[in-house]
Nanobody, 131 residues
């Protein structure tokens, strides 16, 4: 069975940090793309980051670039999203998603948007940023 279990969410003050984890089971992180998108009430879903498990290439939405870092640990079959300098507008449910390789040769923004069509295979984790 394929599962992607997202965890690590919580409530923090603006400027704080969180590290989200995505633990994969039923497959290994050696031939797929793993990413994150988020959903806030009343807002459109937003793709935020993606990592290629084959070569480690990373991609970010402009809204999080410079603040968020996606990484992987193939030995643990886990992908991480380190979130620094959090803002109230980062408040959302965050979903870990997977998709196939190879990735097309398109812009970074277009690559990140692909996460919106990837399968989540599990529930998200809630992030709340407020004073």
């Amino acid at each position: 069975q394929v599962q992607l279990v997202a965890s690590g969410g919580g409530s923090v003050q603006p400027g704080g940090s969180l590290r989200l984890s995505c633990a994969a089971s039923g497959f290994t992180l050696d031939n797929c793309a793993i990413g994150w998108h988020r959903q806030a009430p009343g807002k459109e879903r937003e793709g935020i980051s993606l990592i290629s498990s084959s070569d480690g290439s990373t991609y970010y939405a402009d809204s999080v670039k410079g603040r968020f870092t996606i990484s992987r640990d193939n030995a643990k079959n886990t992908v991480y999203l380190q979130m620094n300098s959090l803002k109230p507008e980062d408040t959302a449910d965050y979903y870990c998603v997977m998709g196939p390789l190879p990735l097309p040769r398109i812009s970074e923004a277009a690559i990140v948007r692909l996460t919106l069509d990837f399968g989540s295979w599990g529930p998200g984790t809630q992030v709340t940023v407020s004073a």
